[in-house]
């Protein structure tokens, strides 16, 4: 019988060490599947702390089981108290939330799968929100991340929304004009951008600017009476809450509420929420009136109004198309 030699030793412990490796790969693979299956089953029966012990063990066998970091991150993320905010256990669990959403978004955010991608972005946002005030409260570290986000999707104007909100309430509020003029930019035809702007300035007390915006919203939705609608909405506001304003504005603001509302029922004439608040213009518009019977005359016009939104209104209770 013929001797091996030492090369083809060498090659038998080679094919050995490597045929072991190979077999622990295997076994590990199959040990994180089993527990990444038990850990979604206990995910989705929010028995959190199981699930977190579950995706624990999946990412020890497997460190490249990308998806179970944010669904670790998370599970922490929910057994996280606000209540208890200041316990080291509590806080804690935080900690360990941010950091695996933190290694979700790091592997995710870039992949090319659209599902790995979809979860990485949602990682970046429960991040911001674990940044927020019921929460960390630490917003200089929530901006960087919201930044990132805008990289990754700079045509997504929630990514601008969320950095927008963060200089808000650090009361950096040029910034945070800037970066809904940027969302604007980003996507032009999206309502939701002007919606958000006229929140903003609405909060900010411009109103000019609030109506300007939800104007540039209602252009771009010429067959939505809901956003004229909305407009309508905005000048009874202004004219019946703010006592600062001359009698003139008044009249001035609640004829063009009055336009707008107008404008919403010749799109839709059975649209109950614009009737009611054509009812409340002209109620207002008499209380400015000087003659009595143009006075009485709105009067009735508005109670013929608030009776047929109530009626469409007991009609759409009743089913009744």
């Not at 905010?85 to 959403?101: C, H, I, R, S, T």
């Not at 996507?187 to 006229?198: E, G, H, I, R, W």
């Not at 609030?210 to 009874?236: D, G, S, V």
């Not at 109620?283 to 006075?295: I, S």
Request: with cysteine; proline share 5%; glycine share 4%.
């Amino acid at each position: 019988m013929r001797s091996l030699s030492g090369a083809s030793l060498a090659c038998v412990a080679m094919l050995t060490v490597g045929s072991l490796t190979a077999g622990c790969a295997k076994v590990g693979e199959i040990k994180a599947k089993k527990a990444f299956k038990a850990a979604n089953q206990a995910y989705q029966a929010q028995d959190y702390k199981k699930s977190a012990e579950s995706y624990e063990e999946a990412v020890a066998a497997d460190p490249n089981l990308d998806a179970a970091y944010f669904f670790l991150g998370n599970s922490y993320d929910n057994l996280y108290k606000p209540s208890k905010k200041g316990d080291p256990a509590n806080d804690q669990l935080m900690e360990k939330a941010v950091n695996n959403y933190q290694k979700a978004a790091e592997k995710l955010s870039a992949s090319a799968k659209p599902d790995d991608k979809k979860l990485g972005t949602l990682s970046l946002q429960y991040l911001v929100a674990a940044y927020g005030p019921d929460k960390l409260n630490d917003p200089a570290k929530a901006e960087p991340v919201v930044q990132r986000m805008i990289q990754l999707e700079p045509g997504e104007p929630s990514n601008y929304f969320a950095l927008a909100k963060i200089y808000e309430d650090a009361g950096a509020y040029e910034e945070a004009e800037k970066v809904l003029q940027q969302a604007k930019e980003a996507k032009p035809t999206d309502p939701a951008v002007y919606m958000t702007l006229a929140g903003y300035y609405n909060r900010q007390g411009h109103f000019e600017k609030t109506i300007e915006a939800l104007e540039e919203r209602a252009a771009k939705e010429p067959n939505n009476p809901e956003a004229f609608y909305t407009i309508a909405t905005y000048y009874w506001d202004e004219a019946y809450r703010d006592f600062k304003l001359k009698e003139s504005e008044k009249r001035e603001f609640v004829g063009k509420g009055v336009e707008a509302v107008d404008h919403a029922l010749q799109i839709k004439p059975d649209y109950m929420e614009a009737l009611v608040y054509k009812n409340l213009l002209l109620r207002l518009q008499a209380n400015l009136e000087k003659d009595p019977a143009k006075q009485q005359q709105l009067i009735k016009d508005a109670d013929k109004l608030r009776d047929k939104a109530q009626e469409l209104r007991k009609q759409k209770a009743a089913g009744v198309s």
